[in-house]
Every structure is written in structure tokens, then in C-alpha cells.
């Protein structure tokens, strides 16, 4: 049976005594924390940097392959573009019936004239009615037969767009604008076509775009038919349509069958600017190829690698700085607890080595024997230190360097996806121009016969809602502005260009000035409208990446990101593909960083003349590829290391050497013949017992061995400079007593 020795039970003691906190404190904990990080992140390499995701092992689907998010979010974007497009065609109408509002055309008392006026200037208008809620009967009509029973027990209190299906034809979309004055109680019903989700398909993509209203029934369809038998097909149309009804965004993916998958995108048809809600949502229907994966698991060597650079480092810190600090605690414990016979293991470690020859030094003087000569050290636990971080720093260089630099291939279907979004932005940017154009050819043909002074309102009206235009008015002959609406004009004042259409201002500057132009009949005014540059560029956002507009010259004339009006392309591909877009070839390629892709703006019509090319390029590492996942995740991998690397050297340079070394100089100070200074422990860790051990042994070697095996805690603060007080021996005599010949003296000298 083993007992405890004296000694060891003194050191316990005197280790009662001393207080060492838990964490964050202890030379121990720094290791031991920074070790569990870099298994965190030695998991995380091994099971994120993966192709076919962490989950691929355990799931059977991705073993056939899956679909690339890149492709998911490029047809969510795409939805939500068509989503939009369709908003904008429903609420046209919309539109000009409240800048027609400001011109006075709804002052007459002739119904039929009203129809006549509103039909001749809004040539696109199917069919116009006015229509008496009460009677429920049409009092006047023009052009096609506007199916007004649809708004029958509908409570129309302002403006509403509402849409209907035509079996086999384009949905017609009825606005409805209660009248007042003489007409109250009565609507002006404005039946048009709703447009938006034609336009260019991926042919190879079997795609397929519906309208469906919130209940389920498919109002219009464009591109390639759904068979009714491909019951999962219709399964993920039905949950699309149900999750667009209730005003969600998003995409389904379906299961793999055979080299295809499905995958629907959905978005809600939101107007803005008119009464209730359209009911409406686009639901984008399209096959694609499943991509095979060989590289499955490429973060597993990087991370077995981590692995053993994680266990040797805190192996190595463990045994070369970690348990000599506590070895020479426990042996500092014995000595500062009055066990003296035992001699204080030394050490080879430089930081720890000065404070066991130290202690060892204070244990001989007590018990006035000659020190043996002291061991020699041979390693830092610094460069220790230094040497696991820079292991760690190693790996992170090398992983981001490899991995984290790879190339991603993309796949044909994802440049074909990404050349039909910048098809469709241009045909947006397009129709947007000649919508405007028509906008002020209404407002010209509205305002025929009137002074300037009578537009204004009109005016104001297309400027305050249209925000396709910054500045809406009117010039004259020579180019100056009469009535103006909205911002200042940016167009210098000349001569305007005759006839009407568009046309771009300027080719230098701080601004872009892009304008359309119409005269005013039976008068020599010009009404003019200033496009909103950013508004235009805003346009352009859903093709994804940075999209451009340049024009003949290759001059930046609108950008989705931050650019400087007019610079001029430099990058080679960008130049490439704007020359093919102008000779009409195709313009769509993937360079090594990413996928270009060029579209001429109009080929005939009002918008030609202004031979403007959209470009668009989409960073290669910005698209879900499964290669770009493995690169991100590398890189993330890589700086995790990089900062536990840095704070494996703080953290052990802050919490353990340096204060190792103040103790290490107080002690050799100590062990030098110098006992004047108290040693304050600072830190409550292993490194503090051994400075508060340190002290002991200094009031011992001062007051004598009585000191050992109790800690007596000086008072002041640590800075303050501390004296040693010698002990002052005084010799006091005897005191002799008075003699009587000296009483006698007293009693005379009292009178008495």
C-alpha cells in the first residue's frame, strides 16, 4: 500500500492555497483548443470539399447525378424576369389611362367621341368600352368586343387590371377606370394583350413557359407541351403553381430520369400602382442534363494531412512546452513547501530551463549544499511554436493554391442558359425604349391643338409614373425648353433632329443623355423625354453577372455595376463578342474566368438606330458549379487555418513564453543574490503558482526557512517599488534605582 509522503502532502497544501483558474487559463489550454479547431476543420475538408456534396454518401439520388445549382438559380432568375415582364405588359393600359386623366380628353359629354379619341392615339388597345355597373349594360364600344361580364359583381373603387383567358389565344388583360363627373357609376374598360412570356426558349432544354391563375388553370403556355401522362412533371407544375398562388418565389427539382432531370421555376405576377391583384404567376417548365461527378471526394488527402500536422503539433507542444511548465510547477510546489530533499528535475527547454536551474539553486542554499552543474538547453519553446505555425500556415498556402485556384468547366447548357437571359434583357431594354417612344406619340396625338401650358399635366403625370424617364418637355424650333416636368433636362440646348425616334446625345461627359423625340402636330414644338440611365441598366440585372450596354463605338452607356460613362471596353473576349453581335454571328463563349455573352439591341425599328450592344460576362466562380463549391470550400478551408495558425502562436506567445519569461527573469534575479523585489504572480495558471512558489522561496532565503509552506500575500499593487526593512538590534541598560540622597534633593527643591 502506497502513503503519502510528508513532503507531498505539504506541496498540497501549499497548492490549496494558490488559486489557478479554469478556462481560458493553463498553459494547457491553448493547445488543447486550437487541436480541436483543426479537427473541426479537418472534418469540414473532408466532407464539404466534395463534388456531389457532404451528403452524397448516404444518399442514393447523387450517385446518378443531379442538376447544378447554377442552372436552379439561373431559371429562378429567368422566372422572375418573365414575372416582371408580364407585371409590366398587364399594367400598361394602366399606365396611359392616368397620364390620358391629365389631358382633358374625358371632358366631353360624347361617349362615342371619348372611345374614338382614346382608340385613334392608343393603337395597341384591342377594344374600349364604357360600361354602366348598375344596368350592367355597355353604353358605347370601340374595336373588339371587350368582355366586360367578367367584372360582373366585381367592386371597382380605382384603378384594376384584371386578366382573361381566350382558349387557344394570347390572355387579354381588362383595365378598369371608374369615371367621374357626369359618368359616375360608370367604367371605361380597356381590354389589351398581355405579352412577356414569349421571346426566345432553349431549344434543347424542352422548356416550357405557363401563366397560371391561383387556382390552378393554365391561362397560356409557350414552347414545348408537358405530356398529361408524365404524372411526376405535372406533380412538380401542380406544387409550383399552388406555392406561386401564394405569393412565393423559388425552384423544384425532380428526380433524375435517365441523362435528364425536371426543374420548375415559379414566380407570383405582382403589378404595382393599381387596385387588387392579378392572380397571376409564371411557372417555367425545362429538362436538363444531370451532371456525373468523377472527382467525388477531393478534400481527402488535405484533410488527412491536417489531420497528422493537428496530432503531431499538439504532440510536440505537449511534451516540449506543456508538461514541463507543469513539471517544474509541481517540483517548484515541493521546494516552496519546505520538501528539500528532492532535487528539481531540469529541463532542456531555453524558457523553461533558467527557472528550474533557479529553483533548484534556492533548494541547495537552504539546505547550505553546493548546486550540481546545471544542464544546458538546447530548443525554444518559441521556435516550437513557430515551427507548428508555420506547419499550419504550409497547408492552408498549399490548399489554396491548389484547390482553392482550380478551374471550373461549364457545361454547354449553362452557356446556352446564360446567352437566352442576355437575349431577353436586351428584348426588355428594347421594348422598354419603344414603349416610351409611344408614350410621348400618345401624349403628342392627346395634346393636338392645345397650347404647351395644356400638356402640363400630362406631362407631369408620364414623369411621375413612368420612371423610364427622368425629365419629360417641351422644346421648340431651336431646341429650348418651353415646359419641362421631372429633372432638369440634360440635353444641351440645339436644334432638334427632324422627324421622331431615338437618339443618344452625346459620346462624352459625366452622363449619358438618351432621348426620344416626337413633334407636336399642327405645331413646330418637340416633346422630348430623357430616358433614366439607371433605370435602364436596372433592366438589364436579371441576365445575371455584369451586363453592359455599348454602343458603336464601344462606349459604356449604362452598367449594372459601378462604371465610368462612356469607358471604353478593354477586355479582349467583351470586344470579341460586341464585333460578332454587330455582324449578327453569335456572341456567346466561355473564357478560363468566365461566360460572355453579346446581343445586338434591335435590328430594325426606332431602337436600331441607336446600334447599341448588350454584353454581358458571368464570373466563372460565381456560378453553383459543383468544381466552384470544392474551390470556395478550399478557400474557406485555407483562411480557417491560416487564422487558428496565427492564434496558435498569440495565444501560446501571449498566455505562455512571455510570462514564463518574467518569471524566469525574476527568479534569476532571486537566485543571483538580489531578494529585494517581491514576485507578484499575474496570472492565475500553472505559470503563477510558479511565480508565487518563486516568492516563497525569497521571503525564505530572507527571513529564514520559517517562510516555507505558506503563501503570505503582499499588499500594494505590483508596480510599487518594494524595500527590505533590516532588523535594527538596540542595546538598552539597566534601569538604576534612585538613591535616597537623590529623594532628599527632590523634596528640597519642592520646598517642602
Not at 377606370?177 to 367604367?187: E, N, Q, S, V
Not at 461527378?293 to 503539433?313: E, T, Y
Not at 406631362?459 to 419629360?472: H, I, K, M, T
Not at 543574490?673 to 525564505?700: H, K
Amino acid at each position: 500500500m502506497n502513503r503519502p509522503q510528508p513532503h507531498d502532502d505539504r506541496a498540497a497544501r501549499l497548492r490549496a492555497q494558490i488559486p489557478e483558474a479554469g478556462f481560458p487559463r493553463g498553459v494547457g489550454v491553448a493547445s488543447a483548443t486550437t487541436f480541436a479547431l483543426l479537427l473541426l476543420i479537418a472534418a469540414f475538408t473532408a466532407l464539404y470539399l466534395s463534388t456531389a456534396g457532404p451528403l452524397s454518401l448516404i444518399r442514393a439520388d447523387d450517385q446518378a447525378g443531379r442538376v447544378s445549382d447554377e442552372v436552379t438559380a439561373s431559371q429562378q432568375r429567368t422566372t422572375a424576369g418573365l414575372a416582371q415582364s408580364v407585371a409590366t405588359s398587364a399594367t400598361a393600359a394602366a399606365g396611359d389611362l392616368q397620364v390620358a386623366a391629365g389631358s382633358g380628353v374625358f371632358d366631353t359629354a360624347d361617349d362615342d367621341a371619348l372611345l374614338s379619341r382614346l382608340g385613334e392615339t392608343y393603337d395597341d388597345w384591342r377594344g374600349i368600352a364604357v360600361y354602366d355597373l348598375a344596368s350592367q349594360k355597355v353604353l358605347a364600344t370601340r374595336g373588339e368586343p371587350v368582355p366586360v361580364e367578367t367584372l360582373r359583381g366585381v367592386a371597382i373603387a380605382n384603378l384594376t387590371v384584371r386578366p382573361v383567358a381566350r382558349p387557344g389565344d394570347t390572355p387579354l388583360v381588362l383595365t378598369a377606370l371608374p369615371l367621374t363627373g357626369t359618368r359616375a357609376g360608370k367604367l371605361l374598360v380597356v381590354s389589351t394583350a398581355l405579352r412577356g412570356t414569349g421571346g426566345e426558349l432553349a431549344k434543347d432544354t424542352q422548356q416550357q413557359v405557363r401563366l397560371v391563375t391561383s387556382d390552378g388553370a393554365v391561362l397560356h403556355t409557350h414552347g414545348t407541351d408537358v405530356a398529361a401522362t408524365d404524372r411526376p412533371a405535372q406533380e412538380l407544375l401542380a406544387r409550383a403553381s399552388t406555392a406561386a398562388a401564394a405569393g412565393q418565389t423559388g425552384v423544384l427539382t425532380g428526380e433524375p430520369a435517365g441523362k435528364r432531370a425536371a426543374v420548375v421555376s415559379y414566380a407570383p405576377v405582382s403589378p404595382s400602382g393599381t387596385g387588387g391583384s392579378l392572380g397571376l404567376a409564371v411557372v417555367s417548365f425545362s429538362r436538363f442534363p444531370v451532371d456525373t461527378v468523377p472527382a467525388r471526394w477531393p478534400g481527402l488527402i488535405p484533410a488527412a494531412a491536417l489531420l497528422a500536422i493537428a496530432v503531431a503539433g499538439f504532440v510536440l507542444l505537449r511534451r516540449t512546452v506543456v508538461a514541463p511548465i507543469r513539471r517544474l510547477r509541481t517540483d517548484a510546489l515541493a521546494v516552496a513547501a519546505g520538501a528539500l530533499g528532492k532535487p528539481v528535475r531540469q529541463s532542456r527547454i531555453r524558457e523553461v530551463n533558467g527557472l528550474t536551474t533557479a529553483v533548484e539553486r534556492y533548494r541547495c542554499r537552504l539546505r547550505r549544499r553546493k548546486p550540481a552543474k546545471p544542464v544546458r538547453p538546447f530548443l525554444s519553446a518559441q521556435l516550437v511554436i513557430v515551427l507548428v505555425a508555420l506547419a499550419l500556415l504550409g497547408w492552408s498556402g498549399a490548399v489554396a493554391a491548389t484547390l482553392g485556384r482550380q478551374h471550373a468547366e461549364v457545361s454547354a447548357t449553362t452557356l446556352s442558359e446564360h446567352g437566352v437571359r442576355v437575349t431577353r434583357s436586351a428584348d426588355t431594354l428594347r421594348r422598354s425604349l419603344a414603349e416610351g417612344l409611344t408614350d410621348l406619340q400618345s401624349v403628342a396625338r392627346l395634346g393636338q391643338g392645345k397650347e404647351p401650358d395644356r400638356l402640363r399635366g400630362m406631362l407631369d403625370q408620364l414623369a411621375g409614373s413612368e420612371s423610364r424617364f427622368r425629365s419629360v418637355y417641351v422644346a421648340d424650333a431651336d431646341g429650348s425648353v418651353v415646359l419641362q416636368a421631372g429633372r432638369e433636362a440634360l440635353r444641351d440646348p440645339g436644334k432638334l433632329p427632324g422627324g421622331e425616334g431615338l437618339r443618344q446625345h452625346n459620346t462624352s461627359g459625366r452622363v449619358p443623355v438618351v432621348y426620344a423625340f416626337t413633334p407636336l402636330p399642327d405645331s413646330k414644338n418637340v416633346l422630348v423625354g430623357e430616358y433614366d440611365v439607371p433605370r435602364m441598366a436596372a433592366l438589364l440585372a436579371p441576365a445575371g453577372g455584369r451586363v453592359r450596354v455599348v454602343d458603336e463605338g464601344k462606349r459604356t452607356i449604362a452598367d449594372t455595376e459601378g462604371y465610368l460613362a462612356f469607358d471604353a471596353l478593354s477586355d479582349p473576349a467583351l470586344i470579341k463578342s460586341v464585333d460578332a453581335a454587330q455582324s449578327g454571328k453569335d456572341a456567346r463563349e466561355t473564357t478560363p474566368s468566365a461566360l460572355v455573352a453579346a446581343q445586338r439591341l434591335a435590328d430594325k425599328g426606332n431602337a436600331a438606330s441607336l446600334k447599341w450592344v448588350v454584353v454581358a460576362e458571368q464570373p466563372i466562380g460565381s456560378l453553383g458549379l459543383a468544381d466552384n463549391t470544392v474551390r470556395s470550400g478550399a478557400r474557406v478551408a485555407a483562411l480557417l487555418t491560416g487564422v487558428v495558425a496565427l492564434m496558435l502562436f498569440a495565444w501560446h506567445f501571449l498566455v505562455v513564453v512571455r510570462p514564463l519569461r518574467r518569471v524566469g527573469a525574476e527568479a534569476r534575479r532571486i537566485a543571483g543574490g538580489d531578494t529585494g523585489a517581491v514576485v507578484y504572480p499575474q496570472r492565475q495558471d500553472e505559470i503563477g503558482t510558479i511565480a508565487s512558489c518563486v516568492e516563497i522561496c525569497r521571503q525564505a532565503l530572507t527571513e529564514g526557512r520559517v517562510r516555507l509552506g505558506e503563501v503570505r500575500r503582499p499588499t500594494g499593487a505590483a508596480t510599487d517599488e518594494t524595500e527590505l526593512i533590516q532588523r535594527i538590534e538596540v542595546d538598552v541598560e539597566p534601569r538604576r534605582q534612585p538613591a535616597k540622597s537623590d529623594y532628599l534633593s527632590w523634596l528640597d527643591g519642592a520646598g517642602v
